[in-house]
């Protein structure tokens, strides 16, 4: 049992590169991303742990708790329709269709399929700010939301 | 005596068209709403807005707004390829169904029901006040005031105008 523990350090290449610790976790925390996005399940904390190392720094939640409540340029902030604290559903800014809450404490499903969590950044932060979001404002957002708890 | 026939007339005529009309009323549409909804088209499209019946929009219309996801009313609805094919598939053969499309397959302006000229003259009654109501705000809102839209259903007595 040791003996083959030991071979699988001694040769995996990742733990090799011991003067690169942080590409590597980076690299690591990538790939689970990756598997997670094939898998299609994970958790929060698992997109929060990709796109910090993605993002190559800590996540800050007070500094997602200001890009959700903020303007990027355009009319509408997270918020218009998630609400400023979105532990309960909001209101779709244009048609009023409500949206269920954000927070994962507060709705299991949300922050579970990666694909899923992908398509709204995507969408949303056109919406918002007109481009893509960095993955350290997804981190840091991510962060926030999974601070709210009941 | 012409009078009488006149009225025996008008009483036929009625009797005729609500025997065409069959069981239902006029503007049975009862088939096409029973069109199950795509689970990807309720997954993607309802997020935002309701599940609207493909039967509501012709063929053409849908066509433009699926081509144009990226952009859709002011947001980026944009989906997978993948997905959009399927999608496309599925409202290309349930478009237009509702009677009041197969009657007049023009597409409205913008592509939007909200602006097609039965949607407009079914709501022209509607106040300017009551459509400003907060737990309505906008016409794309079906279901703040039509119970049973979720099910493609429009009915009158189904109508509960929030306050």
């Given amino acids: 049992m040791t003996i083959v523990r030991t071979t699988y350090r001694t040769t995996h290449p990742i733990t090799h590169r011991t003067s690169h610790r942080p590409t590597a976790r980076a690299l690591l925390a990538s790939a689970s991303l990756l598997s997670a996005l094939t898998a299609g399940a994970a958790t929060p904390a698992d997109l929060l742990a990709g796109y910090t190392a993605q993002a190559g720094a800590p996540a800050q939640a007070a500094r997602g708790q200001a890009f959700f409540n903020s303007r990027h340029g355009k009319d509408w902030t997270c918020a218009s329709c998630h609400g400023a604290v979105p532990t309960q559903a909001g209101k779709h800014a244009s048609t009023g269709k409500p949206i269920t809450a954000l927070a994962p404490a507060f709705n299991p499903e949300r922050f579970s399929d990666p694909a899923k969590v992908e398509k709204w950044f995507r969408r949303n932060c056109n919406d918002v700010a007109d481009r893509a979001c960095t993955p350290a404002e997804k981190a840091d957002v991510m962060a926030w939301l999974i601070s709210l708890r009941p | ?163």
């Fill in chain 2, 1 to 163: 005596m012409p009078q009488a026939r006149n009225r025996t007339l008008t009483l036929l005529t009625t009797l005729a068209c609500l025997l065409a009309a069959g069981p239902g009323r006029a503007d049975d549409d009862r088939a096409a709403a029973r069109v199950p909804l795509h689970p990807a088209y309720k997954q993607e499209c309802a997020a935002c807005h309701l599940a609207y019946p493909p039967g509501m929009l012709p063929a053409a219309s849908w066509r433009r707004l699926m081509d144009n996801l990226p952009r859709h009313f002011g947001t980026d609805a944009s989906l997978d390829a993948a997905t959009l094919a399927q999608l496309n598939g599925w409202l290309a053969a349930h478009a237009g169904t509702y009677k009041k499309v197969v009657r007049d397959p023009s597409p409205p302006p913008q592509d939007r029901i909200t602006r097609a000229a039965w949607f407009v003259r079914e709501h022209n009654e509607v106040r300017a006040a009551t459509w400003a109501l907060p737990a309505i705000k906008s016409a794309a809102h079906c279901a703040a005031c039509h119970t049973h839209a979720d099910q493609g259903e429009f009915r009158e007595r189904d109508i509960r105008i929030p306050r």
